[in-house]
């Protein structure tokens, strides 16, 4: 593969509920910090107590103060992209706006704005056959290309869990295809009254905290935050003698094809393809994966399924591969969590630290691998397989690789 085809990371920027900004998300990761707490929401739910991760002690005002007034989701994706280009040592308005573009990945977008927008309107119905005069709700990455100016390639993916793999994917692509420069690949969610009250009442939600692969698990716990990388072709990233934090090595997408919820435990095929057309891509083995990224969403049905889909593609080697989910200190943040997750994928790749899976306490005979529990790990890590498995099966698996200069 050329110089032109080869895909590198030269910039990111994470806004999480355990931290804003690279360095400390990186800190709270190997501390093991949990980012998850009580929160209230401006409508009666019927729980008592709801815990979620928020991004606390944010004003996205002093990231872009003339900026207009967008929804929170589009803060927490304009805030990480502005983090990302810094990162990059990259202008905005760019030289050649048409030649840098922006994907987009979310689950709900401005859920909370449009849901108060909607209260409001419901609220003001028949009084006097008016309503308060609604804020104008454009999607996400036309909120990042307006913005910065990027009048490159730009797309919304809507994958929900899957969508930053799905947005570094489409942007790999896309750069080698010559289409762009560069691309800003983004991904952000914020926590609205109808994901909470979705998973809730599917039973998806956990009371108190997040516990990937362990017996007593009992599901996810919702979160929101913002995260963006910087694409460029190696060739480019040469050329502006750009700081190359890492390499997207492959990539592999599929769907399983079952409908919105449907998971059938033993039917591992669609996140198999993925993988396959990820190692093709990159031109590896599974037997170069040092550690992998898990989904670890702390469900009964998901953990005990990415563990056989593991044990099928990495075959004896699964028990020696370090696995962690970075979604026991996070929560799960919607289509923001695989590349926050893909954040913490080039981190270990420099820093040779593998990040705990915190709230780890039973093992589980059904999921018997090395999951990093509660204490971080150092070692050196040549080769990382993110996995992201979004609902209606939406499969996006990304190979990251150390770059070694």
């Known amino acids: 593969m050329d110089e032109a085809e080869r895909i590198v990371i030269t ?31 401006p409508w009666h739910t019927g729980y008592k107590v709801l815990k979620a991760g928020q991004v606390k002690d944010f004003d996205w ?11 929170r989701a589009s803060q927490l994706a304009v805030a990480a992209s502005k983090l990302a280009l810094d990162d990059a040592g990259l202008d905005y308005p760019p030289r050649r706006p048409e030649r840098v573009g922006a994907i987009v990945g979310t689950a709900m977008g401005d859920a909370d704005e449009f849901e108060t927008s909607w209260q409001e309107f419901h609220n003001n119905i028949g009084r006097n056959g008016s309503s308060r005069q609604w804020m104008r709700l454009g999607n996400l990455s036309e909120r990042v290309a307006e913005i910065f100016d990027l009048e490159g390639p730009n797309h919304l993916v809507a994958t929900t869990c899957s969508a930053g793999n799905h947005a570094i994917a489409w942007s ?13 690949a983004v991904a952000a969610d914020t926590i609205g009254f109808v994901d909470m009250l979705g998973f809730s009442r599917l039973l998806l939600q956990a009371p108190e905290r997040c516990q990937p692969f362990d017996l007593h698990r009992k599901g996810t716990i919702l979160s929101e935050g913002g995260a963006a990388m910087v694409l460029e072709t190696l060739a480019a990233a040469k050329r502006r003698g750009a700081n190359i934090l890492a390499e997207v090595a492959g990539c592999g997408l599929s769907c399983d094809a079952a409908g ?34 898990a989904h670890g969403s702390a469900t009964r049905l998901n953990d005990h399924k990415e563990t056989l889909f593991l044990k099928e593609v990495l075959g004896r080697r699964a028990y020696k591969v370090l696995i962690n989910s970075i979604k026991s200190m996070l929560g799960h943040t919607q289509g923001a969590a695989s590349m926050m997750e893909a954040i913490a994928c080039v981190l270990t790749l420099n820093r040779g630290l593998v990040y705990p899976t915190i709230n780890y306490e039973t093992p589980d005979p059904a999921c018997d691998l090395d999951y990093v529990p509660n204490q971080a790990r150092e070692q050196r890590v040549d080769a990382i397989l993110s996995d992201s498995f979004g609902v209606g099966g939406n499969n996006a698996l990304v190979i990251f690789r150390r770059w070694q200069g």
């Open 61 to 71: 005002r002093l990231f872009l103060p003339a900026s207009p007034k967008i929804g």
């Open 11 to 41: 910039g990111m920027g994470v806004v999480a509920p355990i931290g804003i900004g690279v360095e400390a998300f990186h800190r709270a990761l190997a501390d093991g910090k949990s980012g998850i707490s009580v929160i209230e929401f």
């Open 172 to 184: 790999a692509e896309l750069l080698r295809s010559r289409a762009a420069d560069v691309m800003l």
């Open 260 to 293: 919105p919820f449907a998971s059938n435990l033993q039917n591992t095929r669609g996140m198999r393809v993925a993988a396959e057309r990820a190692f093709r891509s990159a031109q590896m083995s599974p037997d170069q994966i040092d550690h992998v990224s």
